[in-house]
């Protein structure tokens, strides 16, 4: 047990949570949050308060944001929107089919070099339909921006982690949010839930499967592997019948009696399992 709270870099950004420490932030206090490139400015948006989980392993809490940050956050921005609008110039005047997803800037000791590792470095995220040579387009940024300029192209799962959203479930997207590694989904996976294979149904904002395929999939496969395939016969306590469904959510399957052709719905569990058990029981 111990105290948490919540951080975001951007408005409506993803939640980074941390152990408070010693401060006591409220919501919309500027914080420092310690990263691979040194402490950042981010806004509190959930105030510190204790959880029951175990908070040994969260990142700390580096301090309350003064003046000093806070310019500095704000040459950072600056730096990265000048960054952006040089970027999307620059590919129209290259004829690059790129598009810029996000662009990181660490600051350093300005200087008149573009390249020398103290000083300032900006990174630009983009996505491209095959690889781009953009040799020429790194040059031209570089003397541009007069900093070290970094490409790095995304695929289409890390630019929507990147650029964030709503998913057709109406939350925010997974990858933004919580996930930290992406696994392999297939449509396998959508075949064993029984869902439409319509690439509209199933694909996420990225235009790849929806990684929440994954989630369930185990379920799904534990509740097939035990259940009555539809079409057997099965014995029930409200009688003989067929298998015409399976509601795996509620670990249920759906009968047609063959007394009266009714439906009804039992739990698993209560079914006599399979075309064997239906036979033990009748030529018995």
Request: hydrophobic residues 35%; aromatic residues 6%.
């Amino acid at each position: 047990m111990g105290m948490l709270c919540a951080v975001a870099f951007n408005r409506y950004g993803r939640l980074f949570y941390l152990d408070p420490g010693e401060f006591s932030p409220r919501v919309g206090d500027k914080v420092l949050v310690p990263t691979d490139d040194g402490p950042e400015v981010a806004e509190c948006v959930w105030a510190a308060q204790w959880v029951d989980e175990d908070t040994s392993g969260f990142p700390r809490l580096a301090g309350f944001a003064q003046d000093v940050d806070l310019r500095r956050d704000e040459i950072v921005r600056q730096r990265k929107a000048e960054a952006r609008i040089a970027a999307n110039r620059l590919i129209r005047e290259h004829q690059l089919p790129m598009k810029v997803i996000s662009v990181d800037h660490t600051p350093g000791q300005e200087t008149e070099q573009p390249d020398w590792g103290a000083g300032p470095r900006t990174t630009i995220y983009f996505t491209a339909p095959h690889r781009v040579d953009f040799r020429s387009l790194v040059r031209d940024l570089g003397a541009t921006l007069h900093c070290r300029v970094e490409l790095r192209q995304l695929s289409a799962r890390d630019s929507a982690k990147v650029q964030g959203g709503i998913g057709s479930c109406g939350r925010d997207l997974c990858c933004s949010t919580f996930l930290t590694e992406f696994e392999p989904v297939s449509i396998r996976m959508a075949k064993d839930q029984d869902l439409p294979l319509n690439p509209m149904r199933i694909s996420g904002a990225c235009g790849r499967l929806m990684c929440c395929l994954k989630y369930e999939h185990p379920m799904y496969q534990d509740f097939h592997a035990t259940a009555p395939a539809i079409g057997e016969q099965v014995s029930t306590p409200e009688g003989d019948g067929r298998v015409v469904g399976h509601s795996v959510p509620k670990d249920s399957v759906v009968i047609r009696l063959n007394a009266d052709g009714s439906r009804t719905v039992c739990p698993k569990a209560s079914v006599c399992g399979s075309r064997k058990a239906y036979e033990e029981k009748h030529l018995s």
